[in-house]
């Protein structure tokens, strides 16, 4: 990754950091010249992030947080502005994809999805808006799915917390049109990562395998590249939703 100072004197906090899209782009925006706040369960992951990131000159720090828990979202919005001096891009990513048709569904699946792709979401959004009218200068970044747009005989519960999360991203651009604060969707297909490693129906896992190997499927960084370009726009220019497919995936 190319060392640049697009995001010098940034402060950006990125969820679901100890994996998969998170962790890419954290990476990247740190190579940008952004101070990061990672965050996620996993500590020792967190550890090992903020090394690499440190090791080629960039400025991380880890947050440990479930985002299940608002009190621990609100320690996270707070470790960050504490430990990095404020708090200009918040992406949104943290997820779980917990396919089930829901006549087989856990509901502990359907509510954790619930809990961490929306209201997790939801909580640090409302969390950190203020400061950013307040210094009329901030982008929130919410990483939803095509899942966000359209749904299929497995995906009912977790398509519906990614419409929601399109939802609450158009609400809060109407709402913060009169200010810099800017607000960006977006909106992968199939990416290599551990997402579908959690599915806990053994059938819907298995189909999903296969459906990404039939194919040439999306790296991490492809979808850092996306936030990357949304996030280093002149401030006049909104990119509201990036729908990032495989050339191969039709649907
Ligand atoms: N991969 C795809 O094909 C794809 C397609 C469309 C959209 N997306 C979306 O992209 C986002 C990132 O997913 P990914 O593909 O990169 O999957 P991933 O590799 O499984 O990463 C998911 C991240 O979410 C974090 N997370 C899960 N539960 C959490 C919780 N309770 N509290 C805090 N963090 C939690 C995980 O960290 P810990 O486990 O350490 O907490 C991990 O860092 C998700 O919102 C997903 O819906 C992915």
Do not use: C, W
């Not at 440190?54 to 960050?80: C, F, I, K, N």
């Not at 359907?110 to 200068?137: C, I, Y």
């Amino acid at each position: 990754m190319t060392s640049t100072d697009d995001l010098d004197g940034e402060v950006a906090l990125v969820t679901g950091a100890t994996s998969g899209i998170g962790r890419a782009i954290a990476a990247d925006l740190a190579a940008a010249g952004a101070a990061v706040a990672v965050s996620g369960r996993r500590t020792e992951r967190l550890e090992t992030l903020v090394e690499d990131i440190e090791d080629d000159g960039g400025t991380a720090l880890p947050v440990t947080a479930d985002l299940a828990d608002t009190d621990q979202v609100r320690e996270m919005v707070e470790t960050t502005r504490e430990g990095l001096g404020g708090l200009d891009i918040l992406v949104n990513n943290a997820g779980v994809m917990l396919l089930a048709p829901v006549v087989r569904a856990e509901l502990a699946d359907l509510q954790q999805m619930l809990k961490v792709n929306l209201e997790g979401l939801m909580a640090a959004t409302r969390l950190a808006l203020p400061e950013m009218l307040e210094q009329d200068h901030g982008h929130v970044v919410n990483i939803s799915s095509v899942a966000g747009r359209r749904v299929n005989e497995t995906s009912a519960g977790y398509s519906a917390t990614k419409f929601g999360v399109n939802a609450f991203s158009e609400g809060l651009r109407k709402e913060t049109a009169d200010s810099s604060v800017r607000v960006t969707v977006v909106e992968p297909g199939a990416v290599d990562t551990e997402l579908g490693e959690h599915i806990p129906d053994e059938n819907v896992r298995e189909r999903m395998a296969e459906m990404v190997q039939e194919m040439t499927i999306l790296d991490p960084e492809d979808i850092a590249a996306g936030v990357h370009y949304a996030v280093t726009q002149p401030e006049h220019v909104s990119v509201n939703e990036l729908l990032i497919r495989p050339t191969e995936q039709q649907s």
